[in-house]
């Protein structure tokens, strides 16, 4: 079974912190994402990066910044949080394939609270 | 600009009947479609997919149907149950891209009534 796991369920910052969330996946697979799941906006991508030390922009990648130095871990980077930043942050990777499955699988979540 | 829509925010259904879940999207390059369910405070689980040269895919009480005429797919929940409340995201994607991504929708709140 793939595992993907995010190193904070509940995290509580203050303004104007510096935050890393953290997510390893052990199933080898070259793509990471990161996501913010809000209210009525759905799921929106920060960040997603399809090989080491590769990064893409998202859809919404203002105020964030990305980290992938090893295949199985993707860091998510918020340099000076506030409170619309505030939200359930979902990490996911995938397994590239041509024909087959493709399925993205997604840690458990962080829900962060910036104060 | 929305490449995949879940038009309805929230379905409620009596358990027991059938839940249709519906989507539509834009992009014609897309060829793969993904149906996730996601708990509240939990990462969204993988449901069924369907691949663009089939237009039904079935696993267990859970059909997908894909119309690509109409670029529409639906989800069918028979019979619905109680552990079926979740939101529903709807996705796409376009295989086979090294720095491709799957788009989703913004997830459709299905209630289940007793």
């Known amino acids: 079974d793939v595992k993907v796991t995010q190193s904070s369920r509940y995290l509580v910052k203050r303004t104007g912190e510096k935050v890393f969330l953290e997510c390893v996946q052990d199933m080898d697979h070259e793509n990471m994402f990161w996501y913010r799941q809000d209210p009525g906006l759905g799921l929106r991508l920060i960040y997603f990066s399809y090989d080491v030390k590769m990064k893409e922009k998202g859809d919404i990648p203002e105020g964030y910044s990305v980290s992938r130095e090893k295949k199985e871990r993707f860091s998510l980077i918020l340099e000076s949080a506030s409170t619309n930043q505030t939200s359930m942050y979902l990490c996911a990777s995938r397994l590239l394939r041509e024909t087959g499955t493709d399925t993205q699988y997604f840690g458990p979540g962080t829900r962060l609270t910036v104060l | 600009d929305q490449q995949v829509k879940q038009n309805s925010p929230s379905l409620s259904v009596q358990e027991g009947r059938i839940s249709i879940l519906n989507c539509d999207y834009t992009?014609?390059?897309?060829?793969?479609f993904l149906w996730y369910k996601k708990y509240p405070a939990e990462g969204p689980t993988f449901l069924i997919s369907i691949s663009s040269i089939k237009d039904k895919n079935e696993d267990g009480r859970f059909t997908v149907f894909l119309n690509k005429s109409a670029k529409h797919l639906s989800l069918h929940i028979v019979p619905s149950q109680p552990g079926d409340s979740a939101v529903y995201f709807c996705?796409?994607?376009?295989?086979?891209?090294?720095?491709?991504?799957?788009?989703f929708g913004k997830g459709t709140r299905l209630h289940i009534l007793p």
């Open positions: 996705a796409a994607s376009a295989r086979g891209k090294r720095d491709d991504k799957i788009i």
């Open positions: 992009n014609s390059m897309f060829d793969y």
